[in-house]
């Protein structure tokens, strides 16, 4: 297949053509010709859209997918799609399954179910048997079969011996760990950030502090056995200070935001809507500019939907029993539009994210692989359930105003577009 991107503006910092306006030809999944001008010919598919813009396919780390076990929430067939017309190339899927993607044979069935896809499923192993906390699981040999990172999705890891063990066997094999920033204890019982809202509304809080105790303590194990950790989904002012003065140690810590956290305050639990209860929480405003600031200087180093599908029984319910989570690939860039430039935007949905899970970047330039994704930063439009193709429509978004649009991907051959 060969396919004409006419128009398009490369966004690309280690592309030759960055910033420019070119006609791109791609020729059996490669890169044939960057020119001013390509002629089209009548075997070419082209792709003319408003406003094009192109850069490397953006890589989604923190994506869940109901197979195995909760097909009803979200297939990794239709899940790939919906990565596909987000804008996603790549996307690390969560060991949220039933079973928990714990042992080799769990990775190679995520991996065989998504082969010969545009999209590229990167399993997530979990850090513990049955991400229960208690045992290590077998992390050599979920990487040796396609793992890319470990952790226990949404669950802390409350023995502090056991993450210092594994941030020291990790080592062995290059392996990130992920941990993920809530104590238990504090949290307690509680469905919403603990502050004026929750209070004035009745729910039970999760204190900041919940958050940034556990970060503390994963810091100092993380300097005393060195290694690498990723801490994914932060949430407070206080969170990103930490991350800063350990990076500023030299550590090797890295670490992530979720989409909405960057755009919804608890302003938003009134009216006790359940698809806005997510975990982390939505915090105040304060944290939220903190965190846009952590984006804008490079201390966040990530940005992802956090796609969490749920199914409506569990979320058409009363808001303190409600299950948390969010989908999130379909806003992920009308959500950030609004807020980065497209250069930070395609750096903490690229660049930054291949770097850290150890993915090889591909770039915009002649004979090179062709894994792009199409884009427009400007078009504006009101999120409605109707726009969702995710299985499950618990999305945090709907009724939101999002400025920018994913197009779609050309990637592995495939040119899937969202128009």
């Not at 197979?67 to 009803?72: C, K």
């Amino acid at each position: 297949m060969i396919t004409l991107l006419k128009s398009a503006k490369i966004v690309d910092n280690n592309s030759p053509f960055h910033n420019s306006i070119k006609d791109i030809l791609i020729s059996d999944g490669v890169i044939i010709e960057i020119s001013d001008v390509i002629d089209s010919k009548e075997d070419y598919t082209v792709v003319e859209l408003d406003n094009l813009h192109v850069s490397s396919g953006w890589f989604d780390t923190s994506v869940s997918l109901g197979e195995p076990g909760y097909e009803e929430r979200e297939t990794i067939e239709n899940g790939l799609n919906v990565a596909a017309k987000s804008g996603f190339t790549r996307i690390a899927v969560n060991p949220n399954t039933n079973p928990i993607s714990d042992s080799k044979s769990s990775i190679e069935y995520l991996i065989h179910k998504s082969s010969n896809k545009a999209v590229h499923l990167h399993p997530v192993g979990a850090l513990t048997q049955k991400s229960e906390g208690v045992e290590m699981a077998e992390l050599y040999d979920m990487q040796q079969s396609g793992a890319i990172a470990f952790g226990d999705y949404k669950r802390s890891i409350e023995n502090d011996n056991l993450l210092k063990i594994a941030l020291l066997y990790a080592q062995n094999f290059d392996g990130l760990v992920l941990s993920f920033p809530k104590n238990k204890k504090i949290a307690g019982e509680g469905v919403a950030h603990e502050g004026v809202n929750a209070t004035r509304l009745g729910l039970k809080g999760i204190p900041a502090l919940a958050e940034e105790i556990q970060i503390a303590r994963d810091l100092f194990l993380l300097e005393y056995t060195g290694g690498k950790l990723h801490i994914p989904t932060i949430s407070t002012k206080k969170s990103v200070a930490l991350i800063k003065e350990a990076k500023n140690k030299g550590l090797q810590v890295t670490c992530s935001v979720a989409a909405h956290n960057l755009l919804l305050t608890d302003e938003k639990l009134i009216g006790f809507d359940a698809k806005v209860k997510v975990n982390p929480p939505l915090r105040t405003v304060e944290d939220k500019e903190a965190l846009i600031a952590g984006v804008k200087e490079g201390v966040i180093d990530i940005i992802t939907s956090d796609h969490n599908p749920i199914d409506i029984e569990e979320k058409k319910v009363e808001f303190s029993i409600a299950k948390d989570g969010t989908i999130g690939m379909e806003t992920t860039f009308g959500a950030l539009a609004s807020v980065f430039d497209v250069e930070t935007i395609v750096k903490c949905l690229s660049d930054r994210p291949k770097s850290i899970f150890g993915i090889e970047n591909t770039v915009i330039d002649i004979n090179a692989k062709a894994e792009i994704t199409l884009f427009n930063p400007k078009e504006t439009r009101t999120f409605d359930e109707k726009d969702i193709i995710s299985t499950s429509k618990n999305s945090i978004f709907i009724g939101e105003n999002l400025v920018g649009k994913a197009y779609g991907i050309y990637a592995n051959q495939q040119l899937i577009l969202n128009t």
